[in-house]
């Protein structure tokens, strides 16, 4: 991650220099703590950053030819809520699934709210899970519960994934995927070198665990692209819809 920190941006404004500087000022033990059980916190740590569900779309949307930033940012930084059945299937059987990841491994996952990088506190990452051993993250979890896990067992399921390739009783992660970048990140901000990836089926409480390493050189390429853009294209917006806040607010008073 201080390879990230690193990586040169433009010229910031003043505006947008201030709006930088104030993510650090952020208690992260804190704002770790509170997020985890208030939702409300969690919106606000996680409104302004790259998280973990959104880095990819930033990173494949920077080579667009014809981008348009502002709306890119306006409608990245107001998130409208989503929600369907395949996103309310995964919420509901998440728990569910670590409680049987933590019988079968013999270990405690620890749950908590968004966790802020320390060298690079405009991005966010809320893990499903996290094993720490002495104190300190050894291991990341993540977990997702299909939808077609409700119908079938966890080796149909599988069959159905495009983000995974299985050759024999190997598992291979698709780079080119939204989960791999998911959970690449989650090892930048942690300093852990490894994933377990539990896919899980809840019509039979099936799975599968299989080990994602960290790939340093990937999710360098990958934050240093969306820092660029971030600080670069995106940033000033946040700047000029506070204000604009602050102008309406006036304007009432």
Request: aromatic share 12%; with cysteine; net charge positive.
């Amino acid at each position: 991650m201080k390879r990230v920190a690193l990586v040169s941006v433009s010229t910031l404004k003043d505006c947008c220099y201030e709006k930088l500087i104030s993510f650090y000022k952020e208690d992260i033990l804190v704002s770790c703590i509170e997020s985890e059980s208030n939702n409300a916190e969690w919106r606000k740590i996680r409104q302004h950053r790259v998280t973990r569900s959104r880095v990819y779309k930033l990173y494949t949307y920077s080579p667009n030819k014809k981008p348009d930033w502002k709306n890119k940012s306006l409608s990245y930084f107001n998130p409208k809520s989503f929600k369907s059945k395949y996103t309310n299937h995964g919420i509901k059987y998440e728990q569910e699934a670590i409680t049987e990841y933590e019988k079968y491994t013999g270990t405690t996952v620890t749950r908590c709210g968004a966790v802020i990088s320390r060298s690079n506190a405009w991005m966010s990452y809320t893990p499903d899970g996290v094993i720490v051993t002495n104190g300190k993250p050894s291991l990341l979890l993540e977990v997702k519960c299909p939808y077609a896990g409700k119908f079938k067992g966890i080796t149909e399921v599988l069959s159905s994934l495009k983000y995974i390739k299985i050759t024999g009783e190997s598992v291979v992660f698709t780079e080119r995927h939204e989960y791999y970048a998911q959970i690449q990140m989650g090892m930048a901000i942690l300093n852990v070198s490894s994933t377990a990836f539990m896919i899980y089926a809840s019509s039979d409480s099936s799975f599968i665990i299989f080990d994602v390493p960290y790939n340093e050189n990937y999710i360098f390429n990958v934050l240093a692209n969306v820092k660029r853009s971030y600080c670069d294209k995106m940033l000033h917006y946040i700047c000029s819809e506070e204000i604009e806040n602050v102008q309406n607010e006036n304007n009432i008073v």
